[in-house]
Each structure stands twice: as C-alpha cells, then as structure tokens.
C-alpha cells in the first residue's frame, strides 16, 4: 500500500546576496568584482586572513554590525509565511551569513556559508553565538584561547551542512533560487541535480543568473516585490507545483 500523496510538495529555497539587497545589505559581485570596497582574495580566504587578520578581523565586525542594523524585507517575511504554511516540507538553504531569514521567522534553516552572529575558535573549534566585534581578540568562551574568528565559510573552506542540503535537494518536488549569482559551487550546481532528480526549478533574481541549466520558471525583479508575488501564487493554489 502507497501513502497518501503530501498535501504540499517538498520546497527547498536557496538564496544569495540579492535576497537581502532590499534591506541594505550589499551583495558580493554587483560593484565590479569589490566587496565593500576589498578584494574577496583578501577578506574571504584563508590566506587573506593569514596574512593580515585584524583587517579581516575588523572588516567582519563591520559587517555584523551592518546586518544587526538592517530589517528583514517582504521576500524574507514571504518566505516565512510560507514555512507557516509547509512546515518542515520547507527548506530554506542560504549563503547568507547575516540573519534576516530568522528574524523574518524562518527555523528550517540552513547557513552553508556560516553566521556573522557566531565565531568560530580556531584553537579548539567551539563555534559560540557571538554579537560583539572580535578584532580585540578576546578569548573564547569554550577554552579561554584568543584565537577566536568569524564562523563564516571561506573560499577554499567546506560549506556547511552539505549532506543534509544535498537530501532535501534530491528529494524535493520544487526548487527556488533567490538573488544568487549562481557563480559560487557546490550552491551553483543545486538547481542542475534538482532537475536531475525531477524537481520544478524556479528562479527569482534580478536578473536571469549564468545558471548551468535553464530554470523552468524565471522571474526577474527585486526579490523584495517578486518573492511575495509567487509566494501568494503558491498558497493560493495558482502555482502548480508539477512539471
Ligand atoms: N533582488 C533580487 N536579486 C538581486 C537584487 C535584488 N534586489 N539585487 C541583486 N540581486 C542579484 C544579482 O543580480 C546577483 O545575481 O543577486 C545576485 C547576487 O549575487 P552575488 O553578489 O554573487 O551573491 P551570492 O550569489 O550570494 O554569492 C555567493 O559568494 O562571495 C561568496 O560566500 C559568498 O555567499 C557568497 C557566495
């Protein structure tokens, strides 16, 4: 005997800088390649940080305090009210490292590229919820060592959580890509092994993205506007989850 079919399809949404443009947030490869002004070989890598941590120390810090300043626009809320809706049938996989998604309400939440709001020790790997700045070095809370650094993922580092991303990417029936460039791996290739694996593919970015498949349904707009536009769309029935 076969179960019932869910009541709703299995939805997983990745989003990306473009998400959180309409609150402020700069995104990473809008303003010629410069984030914020530096060079991303400096500021997110390993050796960037090697070579001159308190900048990079410092350069974090201004970011947790730009993302603690900033508000969660009506594409983050949407995304909410949509896990109101399906529940742990919704999972909401971001780059983002500040964290509008949960202060719009989002739980079923994944950070693959890490969380200004903690800090990871390099001394003994303790990963503390942090909201001060760390360029003062102090000591971590788990082992008293002041090698504590931002827990956000850097180029040449592993993403988070891939296992759990990678099942709920495989066995979703809609997947969603919001203001993501597509340019970073392993998050650039979700949309290709989503539709291997018979997913709808959606699309909602400024712009059509360089995106390694074509997406079956492609909205351009600000996230802040067309996200709760398909959003309504969905829960109201008029978005038909099927291929
Ligand atoms: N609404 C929707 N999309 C937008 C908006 C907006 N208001 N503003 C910009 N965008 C789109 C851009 O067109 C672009 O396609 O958002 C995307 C942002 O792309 P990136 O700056 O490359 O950001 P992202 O894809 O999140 O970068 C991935 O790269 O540097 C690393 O680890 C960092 O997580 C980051 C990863």
Redesign the pocket.
């Known amino acids: 005997m076969t179960g019932a079919p869910p009541a709703f399809p299995r939805v997983v949404v990745l ?5 959180s ?2 609150s402020g947030v ?5 303003a010629g390649g410069l ?1 914020e002004g530096h060079r ?1 070989e400096d500021v ?1 890598t390993p050796e960037g940080y090697e070579r001159d941590p308190v900048a990079v120390l410092r350069f974090y810090d201004d970011r947790r305090r730009g993302a603690a300043s900033a508000v969660p626009n009506a ?1 983050h809320r949407a995304l909410a009210r949509l896990e109101g809706a399906l529940g742990d049938h919704l999972l909401v996989v ?4 500040d964290d509008l998604h949960e202060r719009a309400g989002s739980r079923n939440l994944v950070h ?2 890490g969380e200004l709001r903690r800090a990871l020790c390099v001394s003994c790997g303790a990963r503390p919820e942090w909201e001060g700045d760390l360029e003062d070095r102090p000591r971590c809370p788990e082992c008293g060592e002041r090698m504590l650094r931002p827990d ?4 040449g580092e592993l993403p988070y959580d891939l296992d759990r991303i990678e099942n709920a990417v495989v066995a979703c029936d809609v997947f969603v890509s ?7 791996y392993p ?2 290739g979700y949309v290709a092994l989503a539709a291997a694996f018979r997913a709808r593919t959606v699309e ?4 059509p ?2 995106a390694v498949v074509p997406f079956d349904d492609a909205r351009a ?7 709760p536009i398909w959003v309504d769309e969905v829960l109201s029935g008029g978005w038909t989850p099927s291929r």
């Open positions: 989003t990306g800088a473009g998400i443009a309409d700069p995104t990473f490869r809008d984030w991303v997110a594409a971001t780059q983002n490292v693959m590229h956000v993922v850097w180029f919001i203001g993501t460039s597509g340019a970073v998050a650039a909602l970015n400024l712009e993205s360089d707009g600000r996230a802040s506007e067309i996200v």
